[in-house]
């Protein structure tokens, strides 16, 4: 065995973001750059011997020399045995419930989610904990100082594995294992969801489903799950095979990028039931016939509804979205008599809260849904979940969607991203919004009235860690609110995200367009942020 001891020097941007190391493939593709990563990884979590890692991406561009690079670093780090999914495909959340049901020590997953692939585009690297979750930032801290200082790695000299062919092979001590990419995860959802109605549902009556993959990885899951387990007929799948550069598209499940789904769903003779899925799979966007289900709405509808689904017939414990989703789910907690946490924006936020099983349900505006069930949002999961559902019921999506407001109120919701404006500006915008704070809190804006201001603070309820300055918030007496914050997923200039929601008892106003409902609090966001002098821009890029 021969494993070669490569000199090497520190790179200062390896800090990962909200969801791991995100950077273009050509900074990835600098020499050393992903192996100085990787071994700061292997180099932060402690002993590997004997040890499994789970090992996959979603099959973008640079995915299989990354994993052939992988492979040989883990085994020269001394790594027992690496489970690496066929071609190098796993979804996120399959490899969050492999890394559970072989007790892994963790996984490396290959992806940078929703952003576009190609060799023009980005790639990412992400950590994930023997829990199944994303690394907590002490964690994703250990390795950004290792990578400081970093000035060796280790790599096998091997011919590259084969990743076609399932089974074991050895590279050097270590055993590589070529898994299926869907069949335990799809073990898990036959667990949780009651499939002989699903496939009733979906064989039997004339419901008709169409799922768009965007030519990234959920499809082969898409493509077994939907159509040969559960009956739907051959084609139901759109783009469902990986490609490296999702087809030049978007792999972002939203209004915007998932045009054709969007156009189909509000077409003639639409079917009843449309989801997407992001580039990793854990995404996910839900549509009935002309009418789009916002993701806020869908965890409160969700968690209403969850007693008719076998995995939580007995009830959840708690609930969780990050702080700028809307606050829908709290009402269905309040009613049920469950908690209902606020968390940071990022999944790696739940991981605590599930752990100690305070909650059972998470989700985030960002069209993430899950459950316990592993420890990241599952884009199958919650199309699976809804299908359950509307098994049961009996009902459209839009009724189903209507009658909940009607029961728990209407909360009106919008997110408004000003994509790749310039860092500078933005910070500056922020650092004006904060320092705008303390003297918010009282103003009558028009028929708005400050309640309160802030930069968000999240206090960890499980081991206490305390997590700063994740946006700011205003609130208005009426139960509106405004959050801006920075994303910590973008790899060009810096991305503002405007959160607007505003809350509607009444029945007979649940009509109106979102853009329509909220107007005066657009309005409003703009006199009090100055988003246009500052960004430059008179419009969002995307509107979800
Ligand atoms: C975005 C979303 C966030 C999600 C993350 C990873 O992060 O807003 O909810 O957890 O992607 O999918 P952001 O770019 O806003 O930091
Ligand atoms: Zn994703």
């Given at each position: 065995m021969n494993i070669r001891k490569v000199s090497t020097t520190p790179f200062s941007d390896q800090k990962p973001g909200t969801s791991g190391l995100r950077k273009a493939v050509k900074d990835f593709q600098q020499p050393h750059y992903l192996e100085n990563f990787i071994q700061s990884i292997f180099d932060s979590v402690g002993d590997l011997h004997f040890q499994t890692l789970v090992l996959g991406g979603d099959g973008r561009y640079y995915n299989r020399p990354a994993i052939q690079i992988i492979l040989k670093m883990a085994a020269a780090n001394g790594i027992g045995r690496i489970k690496v999914g066929q071609r190098g495909i796993l979804s996120t959340p399959a490899t969050s419930a492999i890394i559970r049901k072989y007790q892994a020590i963790g996984a490396i997953i290959l992806s940078a989610s929703h952003n576009p692939g190609g060799p023009n585009g980005d790639f990412g690297v992400k950590y994930n904990i023997s829990n199944g979750g994303p690394a907590p930032e002490k964690v994703t801290e250990a390795i950004y100082d290792r990578s400081k200082v970093i000035d060796i790695y280790q790599i096998l000299e091997a011919p590259d594995v084969d990743l076609e062919t399932l089974g074991e092979s050895h590279l050097g001590e270590t055993v590589v294992e070529v898994i299926d990419s869907v069949q335990d995860y799809q073990e898990l959802m036959e667990s949780l969801f009651d499939f002989e109605r699903i496939h009733q549902l979906l064989t039997r009556g004339n419901f008709r489903i169409s799922i768009d993959a965007?030519?990234?990885?959920?499809g082969p899951y898409a493509h077994a799950i939907f159509e040969q387990r559960l009956g739907a007929p051959v084609g139901t799948v759109r783009n469902g095979t990986p490609l490296e550069d999702f087809?030049?598209?978007?792999?972002?499940?939203n209004l915007v990028y998932a045009h054709e789904l969007v156009d189909i769903s509000y077409?003639?003779?639409?079917?009843?039931f449309g989801a997407a899925f992001d580039g990793d799979g854990d995404r996910n966007m839900i549509l009935g016939r002309k009418f789009f289900v916002t993701p806020s709405d869908s965890l409160a509808i969700l968690a209403a509804n969850a007693k008719l689904v076998p995995g939580y017939s007995s009830g959840l414990a708690g609930v969780a979205r990050s702080m700028p989703t809307s606050q829908a789910v709290d009402r269905v907690a309040a009613q049920i008599g469950i908690d209902s946490y606020e968390t940071p924006t990022g999944w790696k936020f739940f991981g605590n809260l599930l752990d100690a099983g305070k909650a059972t349900l998470c989700g985030e505006e960002s069209f993430g849904t899950g459950s316990n069930h592993i420890r990241e949002k599952d884009g199958l999961w919650a199309v699976l979940f809804w299908l359950n559902i509307l098994a049961i019921r009996q009902q459209s999506v839009e009724q189903i969607v209507r009658e909940h407001w009607q029961t728990y109120g209407r909360n009106y919701y919008s997110r408004h991203d000003y994509e790749g404006i310039e860092i500078e500006p933005a910070n500056t915008l922020i650092e004006r919004l904060r320092s705008l704070l303390p003297t918010l809190k009282g103003k009558q804006f028009a028929n708005y009235q400050v309640e309160y201001s802030d930069d968000f603070s999240y206090t960890?309820?499980?081991?206490g860690s305390i997590s700063d300055q994740q946006g700011v918030r205003i609130g208005f007496s009426d139960g509106s609110r405004i959050v801006v914050r920075l994303s910590g997923t973008g790899t060009q200039g810096a991305t503002l995200r405007v959160y607007l929601e505003s809350y509607e008892?009444?029945?007979?106003?649940?009509?109106?367009e979102p853009q329509q409902a909220l107007a005066s609090l657009i309005t409003l966001t703009e006199e009090i942020a100055q988003i246009r002098k500052f960004t430059g821009r008179e419009q969002p890029t995307v509107i979800t």
């Open positions: 965007l030519h990234a990885v959920a087809g030049g598209g978007h792999p972002d499940p077409g003639e003779n639409a079917p009843d960890d309820p499980v081991d008892a009444d029945p007979a106003k649940h009509d109106l």
